[in-house]
């Protein structure tokens, strides 16, 4: 039943955050006041998916590390520099939103991103290292990149985004691995048993940084439509720029399905909880409202690479055809 469950909330995975964004907002008098549980709960998400995983899929990544690299790389520097440029033309005046648009860009990739990877027949143990490299390098990496690309106009606290990340995320993820690793993998059961309370604790979780920020959100505005706007483009662009480089690196079907989906999707959640609590709110809306586009996105994206896929292969069997016939 559990599992029957959880199917039906992948289904339910494009549309999940967005539904939850709104709800946030609409009942705001009631969830906003429940904003001190968010990091107890994204702690309990981030234990929950890290259960199907062990650092022994780490091996097999690291003796062909380029993949590897090349997403960190577009996950702490490509795309934060890209935002920071977005921010610096179109909001030169108002450091908060810049600020939003680079947090969004710099935080880890989303655990989330394992779901799609799965869904599409992806390299999951690429997919999974990723995950596991970047969430243990986050605390370090995230509050640094922000602190140098926009740390002279917000006061930006790096401790305390290091401990958060450090307790919200990392010590979660290395917990779960653990058990997985010791229990020799029995602890997947336990992962699959919990997957449906992660995605229903996830919707919680992006209901209630919707109900904090539900004063920036709530009127509509031009300035919202074109935070909108950009954090559309930008994410857009993160997933369109590493499949292009997947191409470009003329890596298999698996491999470009997990560079894909780990180089375009981010730990929204995560980074929302930062903004919401060691920023001023209007920091986090940049960051919400990419919660509504991020899994439309993934969703939409393997599609158009499925189909771009299946061409590929229909191309080169009907040239295979061709040349046999002659």
Do not use: C
Request: glycine share 8%.
């Amino acid at each position: 039943m559990l599992q029957t469950f959880n199917r039906q909330l992948e289904r339910f995975m494009p549309f999940l955050t967005p539904v939850s964004v709104i709800l946030g907002v609409i009942f705001a008098n009631h969830l906003s006041s429940l904003s001190f549980l968010i990091p107890w709960i994204f702690a309990i998400i981030t234990f929950s998916g890290s259960l199907n995983s062990n650092f022994s899929s780490l091996k097999g990544a690291l003796k062909s590390p380029l993949p590897l690299l090349i997403i960190l790389f577009v996950l702490h520097l490509g795309m934060p520099v890209i935002a920071w440029g977005a921010g610096h033309l179109i909001f030169a005046n108002d450091p908060f939103t810049s600020t939003g648009l680079v947090l969004a860009a710099v935080i880890p990739t989303g655990i989330t991103s394992f779901i799609w990877v799965t869904i599409y027949k992806g390299n999951i143990a690429l997919a999974l290292s990723i995950i596991l490299l970047d969430t243990i390098l986050s605390p370090f990496l995230v509050p640094h990149t922000l602190s140098f690309l926009v740390g002279q106009k917000v006061e930006i606290s790096i401790l305390s985004i290091m401990y958060g990340l450090l307790y919200m995320v990392v010590l979660p993820s290395i917990l779960g691995m653990t058990l997985n690793h010791f229990s020799k993998e029995k602890s997947v059961q336990a992962g699959k048993a919990l997957a449906p309370f992660s995605k229903l604790g996830l919707g919680l979780v992006v209901m209630i940084n919707g109900a904090v920020v539900a004063p920036y959100l709530s009127n509509i505005t031009a300035k919202l439509v074109i935070i909108a706007v950009t954090v559309f483009i930008l994410a857009f662009f993160g997933y369109l720029l590493t499949w292009m480089v997947a191409n470009w690196l003329k890596r298999d079907r698996e491999t470009k399905v997990a560079m894909i989906f780990t180089g375009g999707m981010r730990n929204i959640s995560a980074g929302a909880v930062i903004a919401v609590q060691y920023f001023p709110a209007a920091v986090a809306v940049p960051v919400i409202i990419g919660m509504l586009f991020q899994q439309v996105l993934a969703s939409i994206f393997g599609y158009l690479f499925k189909r771009y896929e299946d061409r590929i292969i229909h191309s080169n069997k009907q040239l295979v055809d061709n040349v046999s016939g002659l």
